[in-house]
């Protein structure tokens, strides 16, 4: 059974023998609701989207896992960042609790963003109290209901639940995998929301594959993981981006003919995860 809460979010459900895995995409909602009101150029507005991250790993589900995406923009409201972490001179009015700024939130990158990178402001206007609250309750609010629901039940089924959180990062190379810069970041909040050997075999299969992968720096995960990531409980959390050049083109938007290698790494890596999960939990049969 999949389902969608229209302009929303969307959950695609396992289609064959379902393994504790989930994954989602929060950032690759390429539908704009009507009362954005933004005042930058759309073009600009869309270089803030995590395109195609869905697509990414779209074999979730005939592999047996969980996939959930965002339909709305990243650049509307940001799931990936809590509630509180918003920035007080975007609002017009006075806000109803205490706010919780992060560092990136005062540079404009908050739940609701001022700007789409340093430069390119978003409105030309400030937010009302009441748009707000709005866009946390039709958007933040379902996402992470949906989210957490799928991660539980996976919890529930199989006493463990190895959660996935996709995105991917803006680069300022060529698409060739290898060399210098990383092609994959994971980050696990340094190590505080899943088990070290979940990133390490992720880590482990992208390299063996030719891939640069870093952990922990510069992106080490923000709120999902961190809503989700409870290792004591065996709920495990993991971000994975991946170096936008090495599928796209930045420019156009358009794919590279790079996507459908990644796209094939990423569902042989699903696969292993799956093999991952299923030593897992047999290890822990004959724990018991
Ligand atoms: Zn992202």
Known sequence: MSFEIPGVVWRRDPQRAAAPLV??????????????????PF???RTAEDAYVDELYGAAPALGATLIGA????????????????????????????LAPSHKTRSGLGLVRRVVRPGIQIYDRKLGVDELLAR???????????????????????????????????????GNKGGECADFVLGDRDGTTCEPEFTDFVAGQLRRWGYTVRVNEVYKG?????RQGRPAMRRHSLQIEVDRALYMDQKTLEKSPGFDQVRADITELIEALKSFAS?????????V
Do not use: Q
Not at 76 to 85: E, G, M, Q, S, T
Not at 142 to 156: I, N, T
Not at 282 to 287: F, L, S
């Open 279 to 287: 030593e897992r939990l047999e290890e822990r049969r004959i724990e």
């Open 43 to 45: 073009a600009a507005l």
């Open 136 to 174: 946390v309750e039709r958007y933040h609010t379902p996402y992470h209901r949906v989210l957490d629901e799928a991660c539980r039940s996976a919890h529930r089924k199989f006493g463990v639940v190895w959660h996935v959180n996709c995105h991917s990062m803006p680069s300022h190379r060529k």
């Open 71 to 98: 339909v709305f923009p990243r650049s509307y409201l940001d799931a990936n960042r809590a509630v509180d972490d918003l920035d007080s001179a975007l609002i017009d009015g006075r806000w109803p609790s205490a």
């Open 222 to 226: 923000v709120e999902i993981v961190k």
């Open 23 to 40: 994954f989602d995409s929060p950032h690759s909602g390429t539908t704009y609701p009507e009362d954005f009101g933004y005042s930058c």
